[in-house]
């Protein structure tokens, strides 16, 4: 009897091998058109450019089909001219300034068709099966990690690509559904929270939305734009307990980079902090939130400012009027209020009343009194 090989095959990912069978028994699929299979030396040609084994994963859906177009991107080709990975490594490393030679810089492996690559994050594991990908929006050069692993990209591509085309473009539903996918493959990813945490914005489900959020500011690495949606949506809800959580974490130290990240700025931050410390049973941990936003705001009026607010707080004084605010409000007031109401309805679905003028503006404290504002976080706002 033949004695039996020690060679055993590396097994194939499930969301990998979903992926490979998606696309043999969708070949007519509309937006799908591949290339033949790569050939092994194409392959060898650019791990030997690379200087590095490309991932097991990416390795085998190659040996398939070299690049082509899928239902969302064209994923790019082995080898080593035009249209391949090597090719888009050396044009990213010049437009960051980067050695293309750095074993770290990211290795693009598709172009989506939203004008952004997805990027192995070689810098993210020891070696290429555990290397994370990563979203760059080339307009503005933003990186984000939007998979754990290539497996996860597979499958929450298959995920979409089985989604029936009901003609009717991108909408909420399917924006939503997007989000709901993702967060149920990828629950340690930061940017699927944060898609459904939009999603249920935009749905008119703001409770649904804070726990996203909040668990997208969770997640490593986080978004930090997440903390201060979370914390305004927490202040409207008057959900304390979370609004502290989230007011913890935008009001960490960082550099300028990470409040540019988050949005906002430390002297618009103590406006909102301060509105929820006059309203706490136990003040000592809001002034220690201010007590770090005044270190951080940046010298001058801003952090004047922030030092004002924290005053008035500690003497039981008139707060300052809001930081970097117009003096006009988005809704006038009106005396009828069920018509000053619908006015605001509009402004919010349309997008001209926001959650900081909800927050901040003192103009709509009558209304606020007619009806919570918070209700106006429930209407539904289309694309």
């Keep these: 009897m033949p004695a039996r090989s ?3 095959p590396a097994p194939v990912h499930r969301g990998v091998a979903r992926l490979l069978r998606w696309i043999d028994e969708n070949r007519d699929a509309r937006g799908l058109s591949l290339r033949p299979a790569a050939s092994a030396a194409e392959i060898s040609a650019l791990e030997h450019a690379l200087g590095a084994p490309l991932p097991a994963d ?11 177009q899928l239902p969302t991107g064209t994923l790019l080709s082995a080898g080593t001219g035009p249209g391949t990975m090597h090719e888009a490594l050396r044009r990213f490393a010049e437009r960051e300034g980067l ?3 750095d074993p770290e810089v990211p ?13 192995f994050d070689r810098s993210s594991g020891p070696v290429p099966d555990t290397w994370s990908i990563d979203d760059y929006y080339e307009p503005t050069r933003e990186r984000r990690l939007v998979h754990r692993t290539f497996d996860g990209w597979c499958r929450v591509a298959v995920d979409t690509w089985s989604v029936p085309d009901d003609g009717e473009g991108f909408t ?26 939009h999603a249920l914005r935009r749905s008119g489900d703001p409770e649904g939305a804070l726990e996203s959020y909040l668990r997208a500011a969770r997640c ?12 305004k949506l927490a202040a409207l809800l008057r959900r304390d307990a979370e609004a502290l959580e989230a007011a913890r974490r935008v009001c960490a130290r960082g550099p300028d980079s990470r409040w540019q990240a988050r949005g906002v700025s430390p002297g618009r931050v103590a406006d909102v902090v301060a509105r929820l410390a006059a309203r706490a049973p136990d003040l000592e941990p809001w002034l220690a939130l201010m007590d770090t936003l005044c270190e951080e705001a940046p010298a001058g009026p801003e952090r004047d400012h922030a030092f004002a607010v924290r005053r008035a707080l500690c003497t039981s ?17 009106r005396p009828d209020l069920g018509a000053w109401w619908s006015e605001a309805a509009d402004a919010y679905r349309e997008g001209r009343l926001r959650d900081e003028d909800l927050l901040l503006d003192a103009s709509l404290e009558p209304l606020g009194q007619y009806r919570p504002l918070s209700d106006l976080l429930r209407i539904r706002r289309e694309f």
């Design 317 to 333: 004084s008139a707060l300052p009027p809001p930081w970097a605010r117009d003096a006009m409000p988005v809704v006038a007031p």
């Design 6 to 8: 020690r060679y055993r």
């Design 99 to 101: 050695d293309f030679l």
């Design 107 to 119: 290795l693009p492996f598709l172009r989506t068709d939203e004008e952004s690559l997805l990027v």
């Design 58 to 68: 990416l390795r085998l859906v190659l040996s398939r089909f070299n690049g082509g």
């Design 220 to 231: 490593v690495p986080s978004l930090p734009h997440c903390e201060w949606e979370a914390l």
């Design 172 to 197: 909420l539903e399917k924006y939503l559904a997007q989000g709901r996918r993702h967060v149920e493959i990828e629950p340690d990813v930061c940017t699927a929270h944060a898609t459904l945490a």
